[in-house]
T-cell receptor
Framework: NAGVMQNPRHLVRRRGQEARLRCSPMKGHSHVYWYRQLPEEGLKFMVYLQKENIIDESGMPKERFSAEFPKEGPSILRIQQVVRGDSAAYFC???????????FGPGTRLTVL | GNSVTQMEGPVTLSEEAFLTINCTYTATGYPSLFWYVQYPGEGLQLLLKATKADDKGSNKGFEATYRKETTSFHLEKGSVQVSDSAVYFCALRVGGGSQGNLIFGKGTKLSVKP
């Protein structure tokens, strides 16, 4: 059973470009969580999604960030008009239903030049 | 608000030494507590958890006890190995049902020398 997959593992963007981060949950998991880790910081919750629904986006910045988890395909975290402060590691986790058991992907390291 | 504070690293130990990584928390209500481990180049893995006061979580020789009176969840291992070198994250979750994201500490990097 493959684990949570994220791609790309490393992403470089120039200021003003768009970044798209993908997360494929474990087979059978319909709950996805996105976290961001800034340098020298712990992971910070961003958004919690179930298939086709955003359940909790209390950690998402109000502008430029959006997330989706369509009926088919991976979950996407989209950052428009990236700025240097968006440089971070973005982790995705999935669970079968109970938030306690979250399985994490390897992360995407975003660098904004 | 809810938060987790864990000891800053890096922590460097010799093989077979005793390990303690301190973790304290602030939370409204009654949180569940977790330790996650991140090996180089990999995602976070759940190491152990405890869901109520006085519970002890244990796995792979690691253990931590949920202490409500001191709001702590310190991670311990009696004899570390080189393969334990990783970053360890303490985390909590409040809320029930489908609510309740994880709140993490900043992580403690452990290096074990042979």
């Amino acid at each position: 059973n493959a684990g949570v997959m994220q791609n790309p593992r490393h992403l470089v963007r120039r200021r003003g470009q768009e970044a798209r981060l993908r997360c494929s949950p474990m087979k059978g998991h319909s709950h996805v969580y996105w976290y961001r880790q800034l340098p020298e910081e712990g992971l910070k919750f961003m958004v919690y999604l179930q298939k086709e629904n955003i359940i909790d986006e209390s950690g998402m910045p109000k502008e430029r960030f959006s997330a989706e988890f369509p009926k088919e395909g991976p979950s996407i975290l989209r950052i428009q008009q990236v700025v240097r402060g968006d440089s971070a590691a973005y982790f995705c986790a999935s669970s079968p239903g109970t938030p306690d058991t979250q399985y994490f992907g390897p992360g995407t390291r975003l660098t904004v030049l | 608000g809810n938060s987790v504070t864990q000891m800053e690293g890096p922590v460097t130990l010799s093989e077979e030494a005793f390990l303690t990584i301190n973790c304290t928390y602030t939370a409204t209500g009654y949180p569940s507590l977790f330790w996650y481990v991140q090996y180089p180049g990999e995602g976070l893995q759940l190491l152990l958890k405890a869901t109520k006061a006085d519970d002890k979580g244990s796995n792979k020789g690691f253990e931590a006890t949920y202490r409500k009176e001191t709001t702590s969840f310190h991670l311990e291992k009696g004899s570390v190995q080189v393969s334990d070198s990783a970053v360890y994250f303490c985390a909590l979750r409040v809320g029930g049902g489908s609510q309740g994201n994880l709140i993490f500490g900043k992580g403690t990097k452990l290096s074990v020398k042979p």
